[in-house]
């Protein structure tokens, strides 16, 4: 079952998700994202997909997690789910 | 440019059809392409309910991509309202799943005899019955397909009063996203279609050049960070707006009869009043994240309970100083309603208040209105009344025609107090900013004030924006709100400019439109080489966007026979003074404005007298096929319900 947690900030637009995607495919897709963004009524949850494609984006450089670059409005609750995950602790 | 498909659904047959939409590569994207089709195939002898009319949805060259503005649906139909061309757009995220689904472009034509709704998903369209959601609220209605499709869906979707044929009935996309005006829902209704679902979790769209359109989203992001006042545009949406208006008259005042608000209801409107009492969370389009709807809850009293996105500025005009009631819950109330029942709510607000200010001078009685008592300020009755609306019950059965053929059914003098441009009616304020009417009045879709209206007149702009203006209009009246001169020049600079951004699916609150110094000709220019490999300069953009307009104009000229006089103000406009306030005194002058309009038409190349494009300019834009439609008179003259003496100045 995938952990969804609020994303403090966030307004659902899914610049993240198209961002990933873009990382992954060199195109735009909410398929190909290795995050889900929700909407909860009082806000926007995000989890990881399962199974896990988040490679942190390797390959880009000084220009890594590109959902976080391309994010405005949730730039550092995005970033510590990132964070959080990959490190293995509670998101 | 690879210009993607059209489905065509036959909705009498059921039959579907698909087509590349390569052949409509000039238009770019957007509704150029929707319009070119409608013009083709609808014919002036249809009604906007026939089967005949085309409701078309379209995409832009930019949709599904990642971009400050990105995530705009755009329709196209002819207008209910107007009998002219009716288009607009929305925002939430049915544009990038529509295209994720496969479908750039969706062409409906005929009457099904059932109710159905179209659902699209991984390169497949299904016509399904809707017969479980007939009769059945936006809310419902949305409740129902996330049930049966899952969660992932986006829908464009009517109510009730779609389905009732209300003349200014909407479509409403994701709960709260509204492509209002001009009745696109009565349109849906007419043809017995309820919605159409959007699956986007399968599908993608691949950017020309990633490499470069990653560096251009890095320049607009750091734009959109320097600037504080854009800044504002996020922390409150639309919101934003209100204290500035308050300063510069920029209120409808019970229903127009001044400009000028008091200080109490000024105060129970301010922004951070709202957004720190009610505000829940904000949300946004696909791709862009300005994120500038508010999603509001009321905790106590009558309007308790629900969480309600949208309630932007137009809500605390139309249902706060318009009516004269001073209570952020009613306006999301009542915005709600709008939204569920799925009727604009800009037109709403004008027959309500039209209705009011009838009723206090006497010339609408309380048994004409099914014995209600609805004064300024009204609030239950009022809601009463929209639903009454919606449902087309009682008298809400004539007020859901507008407010120009509503006059008709009251006593003759009311037909002076209606609002309405071109039989849509208006919500814009003209008198004290006469750029912004300026482009409300001559906007081919009846009113509106996103297709040519500059925003900035009650702006003060510093040294370096005036510099960046004045590179723009190449006239220097952007800040000048009560000049005549040079508001031309700027409105037909906006004209192209918002339908550029419209055919790439980009919203013009990303544009030098909300802040000088956003995204102008050329920046849409490089976002196109990058998204979509489409070479092209600002000049030609800007040219191809002019001949987006004069099909417009044409098809108003061919359908509804609209003319110089269609762009003219309402008579009350010029003969009533803003009475108190920053704007105390103002009031349209038919000369200056007759000079404008002169111009305006000069430099548009149209025929002075008429207002109609002439053969040389339809030319240069490419349009020759259009030219034989000029040789006849207008071929039905759409607009004859507006009563003779309604149209006004015959100066």
């Given amino acids: 079952m995938e952990k969804r947690v609020m994303l403090k900030g966030c307004v659902g637009c899914k610049a993240c998700e198209m961002a990933c995607s873009l990382h992954h495919t060199d195109a735009f897709s909410f398929r190909n994202s290795s995050i889900d963004i929700q909407w909860e009524k009082e806000g926007y949850s995000i989890a990881f997909k399962s199974p896990m494609t988040c490679d942190t984006c390797e390959g880009e450089g000084e220009n890594n997690y590109q959902c976080v670059r391309y994010c405005y409005r949730a730039k550092d609750a995005l970033k510590a789910f990132i964070l959080n995950t990959e490190e293995g602790g509670e998101a | ?651």
């Avoid at chain 2, 005006?181 to 691949?206: P, Q, R, W």
């Avoid at chain 2, 010339?363 to 004409?368: E, G, L, V, Y």
């Avoid at chain 2, 929209?386 to 059914?409: F, H």
């Avoid at chain 2, 900035?456 to 203006?469: G, I, L, P, T, V």
């Fill in chain 2, 1 to 651: 440019m690879n210009m993607g498909t059209i489905l065509r659904v036959n909705l009498t047959t059921g039959k579907m059809t698909r087509e590349s939409a390569d052949r409509y590569e000039k238009w770019i994207g957007g509704i150029g392409v929707a319009q070119q089709i409608l013009y083709d195939e609808v014919k002036p002898w249809m009604s906007a309910f026939d089967p005949g009319n085309r409701f078309i949805v379209a995409t832009g060259a930019m949709t599904g991509m990642l971009c400050p503005g990105s995530g705009r649906i755009a329709a196209v139909t002819k207008s209910p309202m107007t009998t002219g061309i009716a288009s607009g757009n929305a925002g939430g995220l049915f544009a990038p799943k529509m295209i994720y689904a496969g479908f750039e472009y969706i062409v409906f034509e005929g009457r099904s005899r059932k109710p159905v709704y179209l659902y699209l998903k991984n390169g497949e369209a299904k016509l399904l019955s809707a017969d479980e959601i007939s009769g059945k609220t936006v809310g419902e209605s949305v409740d129902y397909f996330e049930e049966k499709h899952g969660r992932q869906v986006s829908s464009m979707c009517i109510g009730p009063a779609g389905e009732n044929l209300v003349r200014y009935a909407c479509v409403t996309i994701d709960r709260f996203r509204v492509i209002g005006k001009c009745g696109f829902g009565a349109v849906m209704g007419s043809k017995n279609l309820k919605a159409i679902v959007a699956d986007g979790s399968e599908g993608s769209v691949k950017p020309a050049d990633p490499y470069g359109l990653k560096r251009k989203l890095d320049d607009i992001y750091d734009r959109i960070d320097s600037n504080a006042n854009y800044k504002h545009l996020m922390d409150y949406g639309t919101l934003c707006h209100i204290p500035g208006k308050y300063l510069t008259a920029g209120f409808s005042f019970r229903h127009g009869q001044d400009l000028n608000i008091p200080k109490e209801m000024a105060d129970a409107y301010d922004p951070d009043n709202i957004v720190n009492t009610y505000r829940v969370h904000q949300s946004s389009c696909g791709g862009c994240f300005v994120g500038c709807q508010n999603h509001h809850r009321i905790q106590t009293g009558e309007y308790a309970g629900k969480v309600v996105g949208g309630a932007p500025f137009n809500s605390v005009l139309n249902f706060g100083t318009k009516l004269d009631i001073t209570n952020y819950g009613y306006c999301v109330e009542a915005t709600w309603l709008c939204n569920d029942l799925g009727m604009d709510m800009d037109a709403v607000a004008e027959i309500l208040g039209w209705v009011m200010e009838c009723y206090e001078k006497g010339m609408i009685t309380s048994d004409q209105i099914d014995g209600m008592d609805i004064p300024f300020g009204e609030q239950k009755q009022s809601l009463e009344l929209i639903k009454m609306i919606g449902y087309r019950q009682g008298v809400g059965d004539i007020l859901a025609e507008g407010v120009a053929r509503a006059a008709s059914a009251f006593a003759k003098e009311t037909e002076y107090y209606g609002n309405h441009l071109k039989g849509n009616d208006l919500y814009e304020i003209i008198r004290p900013l006469i750029g912004y009417g300026f482009g409300a009045a001559v906007s081919t879709r009846g009113g509106s004030h996103v297709l040519g209206s500059p925003v900035c007149e009650s702006s003060k702009f510093n040294e370096a924006e005036r510099e960046m203006a004045l590179k723009k209009f190449k006239v220097n009246t952007f800040n000048d709100p009560l000049a005549y001169d040079g508001k031309p020049e700027i409105v037909t600079y906006y004209e192209s400019l918002t339908r550029a951004c419209s055919s790439m699916g980009l919203c013009i609150f990303v544009s030098d439109w909300q802040q000088i110094h956003m995204l102008d000709h050329q920046d849409l220019a490089d976002l196109l080489k990058y998204s979509v490999g489409l070479e092209i300069s600002a000049d030609e953009l800007r040219e191809r966007m002019m001949a987006v307009l004069n099909l417009e104009k044409m098809f108003n000229y061919c359908h509804a026979g609209f003319t110089r006089e269609d762009d003219m103000p309402r008579e009350r406009l010029f003969k009533e003074k803003v009475p108190t306030g920053p704007a105390k005194g103002t009031v349209l002058d038919y000369d200056k404005w007759n000079a404008m309009l002169d111009h305006y038409y000069d430099i548009h190349g149209w025929d002075t007298k008429t207002g109609i494009p002439k053969p040389e300019t339809l030319h240069k834009l490419g349009l020759d096929d259009l030219i034989p439609d000029l040789m006849q008179p207008a071929q039905v003259p759409g607009h004859s319900f507006i009563h003779e003496d309604l149209v006004t100045n015959k100066k």
